[in-house]
Each structure stands twice: as C-alpha cells, then as structure tokens.
C-alpha cells in the first residue's frame, strides 16, 4: 500500500516527447508500468512503443509531434487532453546533438540544436503547464539535461550540446520557481553515458576512453533512468521541486 500510494503513477496521464526509440521509449514503458497511460510524441509515430506498453497490458498512444514547431506542440497537447482530459506528467525528453565544435559550427547549427534542446523544451513544457494551471493540477515537469551541462565531456569536442543543456537546468530552476503558486514541480534528469542510438555510433576507441572515465566502467542502460524519472512524477517526490538529478555511473565526482 505505501509503494503504490506514494511511488504509483495509477490515473495519471504522462506525454514523453521522443518517445520511438532509446530513453524515450525505455522510460515510457516503465512509466505505463508504474501505472500511468501514456501519451508518446514523435516526429516519426511511435506505434512501436505503444505496442511495448499494451503488451505489458497498459495504455499508450502515439501522436506525431515535432517539438520544434509550437503549433504541433499546441496541437498534440490539445489532441491528448481530448483523449484523456488532463496532463499529470511530462517527461520532456527529446533532443538531438551537433557533432562539431566550435570553429567548425555556424549560426544554422546553433539555431537547429537550440530550437530542439532549449526552445522545444520550453515551449512544451508552457503547452503542458496551460493545462494543469487551467485543469488545477499539482503535475511534474521533468526536462532532459545532461551530465554535459554541469561538465565540459573530453576528450570530444560538443560546446554546443554542452550550452544547450545547461541551459536547460537554468531554465528548470527558472521555471521551478514561476510555477510553484501553481502547485507545478519542475526538475531535470541529467544522464551521463546511456547505450542508445546518439551514443553508440561513436569510433570504438572514443567509447573506450569514455569507459575509463566512468566509475562504473560502463554506459548506463536507458531503464536506469526510469527509477529517477518515476521518483519525480510521483507523489513521493511531492516536494522536490527544481532539482537536476545526475545518473552518470559516478562520472561528474571525478
């Protein structure tokens, strides 16, 4: 009873934006299975990821968003409050990194990884905040920051991932504040090395050095992150509030 009063997610309504594939799909899987129903945002469907959640025998519906247009983020946010008629949970997850350093980036790299990071997770997090201020709702908003936004990763060279994300705890704590009136808690999950698609591209001898530097000595599986992102959604976590939970196998100790 106490596990399901204050860790459940039963009747809640969670959207995970990116939710086709890696973390997205991992932590929206686990949210349903905490008991949530789940709203997933892709740009692409996320048919896949629903067909996980019903087989575990619970709720899931994909919707093609793209986060960085405020239209489709108004018009998926609609689309799931007539489904379901309320937003408890947003895991604000979807993002995409530049592969170049500085010298090497222009104005048109800054503005595509800005407009997803930074500005899609500010414009969802606005849609979703609507909803629960107009509904009355103490909901959770939790952001996706990174490990590489309270550090600067080597031996790679990623200024402008590592910008992005650190912008997005400050905008976390920002907004954390804005929304408390609202009964609305606002925290980011700032993983380290997680085995998906954006890290597992990488030249086998990056990885390697990348090992070395890890406590743990390995990357983080995307169901890793799904105990943080359930504590914040949850009544448990009732009052944390503008917090940046670091899942990094030790990394940022060092």
């Known amino acids: 009873m106490f596990l399901q009063e204050y860790f459940g997610l039963d009747g809640k309504v969670a959207i995970v934006t990116g939710g086709s594939q890696g973390i997205g799909q991992a932590v929206a899987v686990d949210l349903a299975k905490a008991g949530a129903t789940v709203a997933l945002f892709s740009r692409s469907g996320a048919d896949h990821t629903v067909k996980m959640i019903e087989e575990a025998g619970k709720v899931g519906k994909s919707y093609i968003v793209d986060v960085q247009s405020e ?15 309320k937003v408890d949970i947003l895991f604000n997850n979807a993002g995409i990194t530049v592969h170049k350093n500085v010298l090497e980036a222009d ?11 930074l500005l899609g997770e ?3 997090a606005k849609a979703v905040a609507k909803v629960m201020i107009e509904k009355k709702i103490k909901g959770s908003i939790i952001n996706m920051g990174s490990m590489s936004g309270s550090i600067v990763n080597v031996p790679q060279m990623q200024t402008l991932y590592n910008v992005s994300k650190a912008a997005v705890i400050h905008m976390t704590k920002s907004l954390a504040i804005e929304w408390a009136d ?24 990056l990885k390697q050095q990348w090992m070395k530097l890890i406590p743990m000595h390995r990357m983080g599986n995307p169901h890793e992150l799904s105990g943080a992102v359930i504590f914040l ?22």
């Not at 808690?185 to 954006?198: F, K, Q």
């Not at 944390?240 to 060092?254: F, K, M």
């Open 71 to 85: 239209e489709s983020i108004e018009k998926g946010v609609a689309a799931v409050v007539r489904d379901f008629g």
């Open 107 to 117: 104005s048109s790299d800054w503005e595509h990884i800005l407009k997803t990071n």
């Open 122 to 124: 500010v414009a969802m």
């Open 182 to 205: 609202y009964g609305i808690r606002v925290n980011s999950l700032s993983p380290g090395y997680i085995a998906t698609e954006m890290a597992l591209f990488v030249e086998e001898e």
């Open 233 to 254: 959604a949850c009544d448990a976590a009732g009052y944390t509030t503008g917090s940046n939970i670091i899942v990094d196998g030790g990394y940022t100790c060092q």
